[in-house]
């Protein structure tokens, strides 16, 4: 026996979905100009630039997040460049200063290459897609042009640095060793400069990619286009299996890897996720309110997670913490955060029900590729039900989603192709969050003289700025669809 839900305006259809008839007529006049968005974006590419440049509003409409609706492309390829502009402030010692990037990798639809599904009966597995292909790295400096490998193999060691003429040394060493030579929780490339006092300089990282949009989900009763690749193998919520499911998909791993209650305090004041906090936990009986009693379907207590940061926290640009992200308990009771603080309630509360949910980082691009922001969001892993997964002669472990959730850009199990990926956590074989104090730790700062603590850390080292643009244009295909923001 279910119970009614309890929030005003939240009704309970025959299928055990919830709905809220409320917003459902709030945004009646926002449905009628999203159909017209629609038809506008199923015309041809050829009629849709002829009305955007005869029509000025229209492309306002499009381009302008605050208007409602988010339009994304199902694919693109484009060379995002990072410009890293450097001054020793220091007046009277030459100093350095050292940079980690990840190197950016191909990402599948479920990490690796295999299939998605495997099945039982003869029928072909399902294939694995990729949605990110790198196609090259490249840093240039001091008037010099250096190619970075992609493969993981590819290795150069500190000792065999490449040195420009001014001295500056690039490496891409792997991780079979430890200290700040080496790389930490995946391939990287490093960049030590050395500025003599006074001086400044800058130099680029470029990444050039291949990407496309894909979604983890297929209802179309809840706006999810069908034209964008994935839909066919997305989960939907009737298909749910519960959160005793997880220790029986993908061999258990990820519920052992990424179902901590508590995660990743190095170099922090407390834990970046923690479940057992109040606000979470207050949140979590507030959410659980809203769902049929004893509701054990992961899919839907995920959604209402998603649907409750969306809802209960406001997003700001102004760091609100000092010098580490606000923990999820923390940005749950503060009512608002950045992404990485969203990332982090909303993670959260998704471990306090045993849900696997891990980091992704990267750069996010606006919906015209004219503005880049780093970013952080989420992956999850969900299951199918065993009942469907025996209906449909799929191999139990392999029935389930891994999938990339973006709560401060309503991207629920879905990838945009105006988002880099740089680096998605990995299993920490300490428990101790290395891997991700190193992505957060990646800049390292000289003081020759030791004058920095006599100075409060001003005027006495090297400081950094940070620029994305685009280098050339973007080659747009498949397509596009809106998400509403």
């Known amino acids: 026996m279910t119970s009614a839900p309890k929030r005003r305006g939240i009704v309970q259809n025959d299928r055990g979905r919830t709905k809220n008839i409320l917003k459902g007529r709030k945004n009646r006049f926002r449905s009628l100009i999203m159909l017209g968005l629609v038809a506008f974006i199923m015309l041809s590419p050829q009629a849709r630039e002829m009305t955007i440049g005869k029509i000025g509003d229209v492309k306002e409409f499009i381009m302008n997040p605050t208007l409602g609706y988010l339009v994304y492309d199902i694919e693109a390829d484009y060379t995002l460049n990072r410009i890293i502009s450097l001054e020793n402030e220091d007046l009277d010692t030459t100093e350095y200063y050292n940079e980690t990037f990840p190197i950016s990798q191909d990402i599948y639809a479920l990490e690796g290459s295999g299939p998605i599904y495997t099945h039982t009966d003869g029928t072909p597995d399902t294939p694995n897609q990729k949605i990110q292909d790198v196609l090259s790295t490249e840093i240039r400096i001091d008037g010099e042009s250096i190619n970075v490998p992609l493969e993981r193999s590819a290795i150069r060691s500190y000792a065999e640095a490449i040195t420009t003429p001014s001295g500056h040394k690039i490496w891409w060493p792997g991780t079979s060793g430890s200290g700040n030579k080496f790389c930490i929780g995946g391939p990287c490339v490093k960049v030590t400069a050395f500025l003599d006092p006074g001086q400044s300089m800058s130099y680029e990282y470029l990444v050039t990619i291949s990407t496309k949009s894909y979604t983890w989900w297929s209802d179309v009763d809840e706006g999810v286009d069908p034209r964008i690749p994935g839909f066919t193998s997305g989960i939907l919520e009737e298909h749910s299996g519960t959160f005793d499911d997880f220790e029986n998909r993908g061999a258990g791993e990820r519920a052992d890897d990424f179902t901590a209650m508590r995660w990743y305090d190095k170099n922090r004041p407390n834990y970046a996720i923690d479940a057992t906090g109040a606000s979470v936990i207050a ?203």
Not at 337 to 352: I, K, P
Not at 408 to 416: G, V
Not at 420 to 434: A, S, V, Y
């Open 283 to 485: 949140a979590v009986t507030a959410i659980d309110s809203n769902l049929p009693e004893g509701n054990q379907n992961a899919f839907k207590f995920a959604k209402a997670a998603f649907d409750y940061i969306r809802e209960n926290i406001v997003y700001y640009t102004e760091p609100g913490s000092g010098s580490a992200a606000l923990s999820g308990p923390a940005c749950l009771a503060a009512g608002q955060g950045d992404c990485d603080e969203q990332t982090n309630a909303f993670l959260s509360l998704l471990r306090a029900k045993g849900i696997p949910g891990w980091y992704v980082f990267g750069v996010l691009s606006s919906q015209s590729y004219t503005t880049w922001e780093a970013h952080a969001w989420g992956y999850i892993q969900l299951p199918m039900s065993t009942e469907w997964c025996n209906t449909n002669n799929i191999e139990l472990d392999s029935c389930y989603v891994e999938a990339s959730v973006d709560v401060t850009n309503n991207k629920w199990l879905l990838h945009t192709a105006s988002a880099l990926i740089e680096w998605i956590e990995q299993p920490d074989p300490n428990r101790d969050g290395t891997y991700i104090n190193a992505y957060y730790q990646s800049l390292n700062y000289g003081d020759n003289d030791n004058d920095c603590y006599e100075k409060a850390n001003l005027d006495c080292r090297v400081t950094r700025d940070r620029v994305f643009a685009l280098e050339g244009p973007v080659s747009y295909g498949g397509g596009k669809f809106p998400v509403y923001s």
